[in-house]
């Protein structure tokens, strides 16, 4: 059995693994946090509680009405993304004047309530959502066994991140997004309907949390603590990546997934700090982010 | 005049926040006109022409234009009646190139320029295509404002200080390609500081201080009311 610093390279493979699908969960949170940061300059703090919206509509949908997990796939990221659309026509709107503080205070406090409200009707204990049954087994890497279920966590994170990467960098409606980001006024004046983009972006960017935690449900257990307990790693990864930085923001938390695993390998003790050392030192050297634009 | 002016703007009000700016603006504007818009710094040329576009906070008055009211109009749609507008800072896209720069705003109107027409007016953005549009000179970022504008069928302009802060022979090509957009039946506001250049194009002018329009002049009547006008400047 081969070793790296006393560590059995098949336990290595295997954190390495575990941080790659941590990052893709990372990725596809803060790229949405990212956007809505770019986009409308608010912080959502309610990020991780839609996340957790998407894990319970998950659960909902199965236990409930029994329906399965691929259609849970598309709906609960839908329901979650209008939900989201909700939010931003009744409150965020009339804040995107006002100092970040406002929608900032706003968005925790609807993630306090959507918390709240779902531990008081649930129960704070997790709630176990099967695999589906297309996706369980695994597949003999030689060196490793790779389950089914994780191998398809990573490829679908990356490929909706990669999808949304391009749609906001590569196509028209990306160039109206970015474009209204510098002048929204005068992106409004060629008569382009900006609020309503903005609140598309919103129940998009939100309805990518609900896709990760739909995405989530099978692997960790469907609780209401679930959003609340990865979105400080989350903002960490925006806050390293450069907020506002789409990109940044995916290579970002697939790197600090894997910096979590590795640790996790080599000084097991450290694992849950490793995130914010690395924050600290980027604030440090690159205050505002490894891929920002300005710096 | 038989033909009922393209706009007509009645008591016309506006606010940024708290403040007044607009105390009552009158002025009309027919069909295929050049008027400019004179007047001191903060005597309300700038917001009279945000006010037309809703980009302003509060408005209160009339503003007809093709049978519909401008106030009434939510800003997105502006556009959509073949108003083009053209701001003093320029508002070149930094993100873009000057081709994604030129083919941004939407062409609501049929009858627009296509790209290499507009190329022909405006020489000096010709292959520059792949150029970040911020790094173009102030003078070529007007051209190129006033360029993607008419890709959209626009037929009303409203050109806010198309000469401020450019060079002399700039200024020149761009007086050159206006006077060819009038000849093309554009119609056109124009707010401007400098004079000169104003008289060069334009039909008649307004001159507004504190939020009012308080005077009009024909640009045939220019020469001798210069000292009325010198007065009401400041000059």
């Known amino acids: 059995m081969t070793d790296i610093f006393g560590v059995p390279i098949v336990v290595l493979l295997g954190q390495l693994l575990l941080g790659l699908i941590n990052g893709s969960f990372y990725a596809l949170l803060s790229l949405g946090l990212a956007i809505i940061f770019g986009m409308l300059n608010v912080i959502n703090f309610a990020h991780g509680a839609f996340y957790m919206l998407g894990g319970f509509a998950a659960w909902l949908l199965l236990s409930a009405l029994g329906i399965g997990y691929w259609e849970t796939l598309i709906a609960a990221p839908l329901m979650v993304g209008a939900l989201g659309a909700v939010v931003e026509r009744l409150f965020l709107k009339r804040l995107y004047r006002v100092d970040h503080l406002y929608s900032l205070l706003l968005t925790f406090g609807i993630a306090l309530m959507l918390e709240g409200l779902f531990r008081h009707v649930y129960g704070a204990a997790g709630k176990p959502y099967p695999i589906p049954p297309s996706l369980t087994g695994g597949i003999n890497l030689g060196f490793m066994f790779l389950p089914m279920y994780r191998a398809w966590v990573i490829v679908a994170s990356l490929a909706v991140c990669i999808a949304t990467w391009l749609a906001i960098e590569r196509t028209k409606l990306g160039a109206y997004l970015r474009a209204a980001t510098e002048n929204p006024g005068l992106v409004q004046a060629f008569g382009i309907n900006v609020p309503f983009m903005l609140t598309a972006t919103y129940a998009f960017c939100v309805g990518l949390a609900g896709f990760a935690g739909a995405l989530a449900a099978p692997l960790y257990q469907v609780s209401p603590g679930m959003g609340s307990s990865v979105i400080i790693v989350v903002f960490a990864v925006v806050v390293i990546g450069g907020m506002g930085s789409i990109g940044g923001a995916i290579v970002t938390a697939l790197a600090l997934g894997i910096i979590e695993g590795l640790t996790k390998t080599f000084y097991p003790a450290a694992s849950s700090i490793a995130v914010f050392v690395v924050m600290v030192l980027v604030i440090l050297i690159r205050p505002s982010g490894l891929f920002s634009r300005e710096a | ?235």
């Open chain 2, 1 to 235: 005049m038989a033909e009922a002016p393209l706009l007509d703007v009645k008591g016309l009000e506006a606010w940024y926040g708290e403040s007044h700016v607009l105390h009552g603006i009158d002025f009309d504007v027919r069909k295929g006109e050049v008027v400019t818009l004179i007047g001191r710094n903060g005597a309300g040329k700038t917001t009279t022409l945000r006010s037309l576009i809703g980009v302003v906070g509060k408005r209160r008055g009339a503003c007809s234009y093709k049978g519909a009211d401008l106030l009434k109009v939510a800003p997105h749609k502006v556009a959509r009646l073949g108003i083009g507008y053209v701001p003093e800072e320029r508002g070149i896209f930094s993100s873009l190139t000057v081709l994604e720069n030129l083919l941004f705003p939407p062409a609501w109107q049929a009858g627009g320029m296509a790209v290499d027409e507009i190329y022909g007016l405006f020489p000096n953005l010709k292959g520059r295509d792949s150029t970040s549009g911020t790094r173009l000179s102030g003078g070529e970022q007007q051209m190129l404002a006033i360029g993607r504008i008419l890709r959209t069928g626009a037929d009303f302009i409203l050109l806010d200080e198309p000469t401020e802060g450019i060079a002399p022979v700039i200024i020149e090509e761009i007086g050159a390609a206006l006077r060819i957009l009038k000849d093309r039946g554009m119609t056109i506001i124009l707010v401007e500081q400098n004079l000169r250049f104003a008289a060069s194009i334009a039909d008649r002018h307004y001159v507004l201080d504190q939020g009012k329009v308080v005077d009009e002049i024909s640009n045939n009547a220019l020469d001798a009311n210069m000292d009325r006008l010198n007065r009401y400047l400041g000059v």
